[in-house]
């Protein structure tokens, strides 16, 4: 019985302590890079010493646990600890909580096949710099110091000095990469974050990688006028256009089994006397199938030039930022699904349309999968975000199967049957 | 040959003179209770001091020349000094100028049958504490000081007190009424400042009154969510509720033949990445009859619960301000018409979607009537605000032609046919 030593009942218990240590009424204060941030970093250090583990922070400020294996081929298991600002008490530090269980129980057993190691990466959020898995993307190679030296907090701090608070130099920050030198899988539980699974009554799913994104701010403009003196038929009314392919958003949306977000309007002159000159909205399109994502842009596109031509306005595009689908490891989501089929009995595959820190391992080569569990109300990013106690146990079950069957893979040996 | 003092060009001429001495780069600045105002009111009083009329200003700052008649009954014309901020060179001074020509050649040609009273009213616009038709309103029996009291200008200087400024004491600005004791006629001459007249190829239009408007802000309540995690099944998304609400008000004004406008529209939280879960947009809706207007507003609302329910969201109005439509004098908008088909050949009847001086003289029971002239482009409240040169003058042989008749008119004695 593999979970004989697992105590699924002390990851809720742990998450609610670390809930009391470093949140608030407002909710969830782990935001990176601060003392709240840090606390929690050393709750996890004094987790970690009662178990027979080197620990280390690495040059990105990333916290390592290394529970020896008869193989150096490593799996690793984790999340992050920070969070945003009145964040929920589970988005990150469920997966650190849960892996650290799993160390637990195999360390607990004696020397695993292979090398184990959690990990909680540093910066995950981006809350307090605007800048995102910064840790995972320094192990992986994606951190630009240059792109990033740049960037201040709201009261103007600069995050190379934020970093070099807790103990980060930027320009050195890349080193971490040293990390992935012998990882053979990495594995990350984490809540929905969406209705999903909820919907479909299920506690558990494997997750098929995380979205390609496309973010563009579109400009429609037409000719401000008097809301009063302009009949309907001599109006340019910008607002008008951007409705209509708000609208088409959707359909695109539907039709590609995709998602598509207008999240923002700004008109102008955008007073209630004036028929709108120009309107701005965001677009934010996601898929995880490359070809697909690009259908639909293509699709808004277009429709955005047809229901221009119709309004007689002008329209523009300009892109924010763009991110390729990330697909997981075939193997290692058939791993996941196995372990959740083992413990929840049913499972349902499905794209994660925000990003992880398992993204940057996935683009590192790392055979990368997630297993999420259910989110109440798809809630997240405030303290209203919760699961049921039943459920984030039955989480720490799954991910505690995948990791015994990928440390017999990365062992090279053929998995045990689930069973 | 009833024009033949009559010197349309010397308006124009004089319109320009004006703009030179309270104008700048960025267009008219006569805001009223500034030293600009001020001076184009001194401007006009040196233009009449020619003429044998006597002069003054009311309790509520409007100013008045008055030409005797053989009949106490007395026909007013005029229009608004004062403009917005960086308006444009017509809005108001044009009907005030053309007054002023049309008093010279009445007054050139000997006692005429009833009195003339040229006046320029105070703050139409209401362009530094937002209420609008404060001089006529208060002649008219409509400004209460109570109402008006607390306002406030940018910068924090009380409406009282830049009355007080300018000679005028709030408290005794409703003695103003007096002024409209024998009022037989109220005759004003405005550009369009809407697109109708320039799309129908005609220089002049008879106002048929103002429209009625309704003001609202309409709040779609439904529910924010990640843009990257929820289904386009599972969203409640108040900005598409909003937008099929904005596309049924174009719909609507076109079915009744009025005009309806959503001029700006707030999402909340208002990021790229979330669903609205919230959208507040403002309504705009005007028709020149009570009971269509009703319909319209009765057909957006039952279309904003319609959609509600369709996009499960919810949806709440609340009403920021309304006007009823008022409507001119049947006789006085005829007499306009001859005038203009007298001068132009041709006349279309029209309402006007923004409010005049004229809806407050309708209201306070004196018989009122406007002609337009047209706007190019439908500009105005913009330094591009312009009329061509010709129509200009055609539009000052027409009031012209329209205070003549309504003189008789005023005397009791039938019109002259026009020709």
Known sequence: MIDGHLDPGRTVRELRELQALTGDRRGAQRVCWTETWLSAREWLAGRLAELPVTTEIDEAGNQWATLPGRSDRAVLVGSHLDSVVDGGWLDGCLGVLAGLEVLRRVAAEGPPPATVRLVSWADEEGARFGRSLLGSGAAGGRLAPDAVRGLRDADGVALPAALAACGVDLDRAG????????????????????????????????????????????????????????????????????????????????????????????????????????????????????????RMLADTRSASEAIAAAERVEVAWERT????????????????????????????????????????????????????????????????????????????????????????????RAPAEPG
Chains 1, 2 share one sequence.
Request: aromatic share 2%; charged share 25%; hydrophobic share 45%.
């Open 175 to 294: 080193a971490a990469k040293g990390q992935l030198r012998n990882a053979a899988a990495y594995l990350e539980l984490h809540i929905e974050q969406g209705p999903v699974l909820e919907g479909m009554g299920l506690p558990l799913g494997a997750v098929l990688g995380t979205c390609g994104v496309e973010r563009h701010l579109v400009r429609f403009t037409g000719q401000s006028a008097h809301a009063g003196s302009t009949p309907m038929d001599a109006r340019r009314d910008a607002f008008l256009a951007a409705a209509r392919l708000a609208l088409e958003v959707r359909d695109v949306a539907r039709r590609h089994g995709g998602v598509g977000t207008v999240g923002r309007a700004a008109t102008r002159p955008g007073i209630a006397t004036a028929v709108p000159g120009s309107c701005e909205i965001t677009l934010d399109e996601r898929h995880l199938d490359a070809s697909v994502l690009a």
């Open 321 to 412: 930022w763009r991110i390729e689908p990330v697909p997981f490891d075939d193997e290692l989501v058939a791993l996941c699904e196995r372990a959740i089929v083992a413990v929840a009995g049913r499972c349902h595959r499905l794209p994660s349309g925000p990003l992880h820190d398992a993204a940057e391992m996935a683009r590192a080569d790392v055979p990368a999968a997630m297993i999420f569990v259910q989110s109440l109300r798809g809630l997240s990013h405030t303290p209203e975000e919760d699961t049921r106690p039943e459920h984030l146990e039955l989480a720490v079950r799954a991910l505690d199967r995948a990791v015994s069957e990928a440390l017999e893979l990365a062992a090279g």
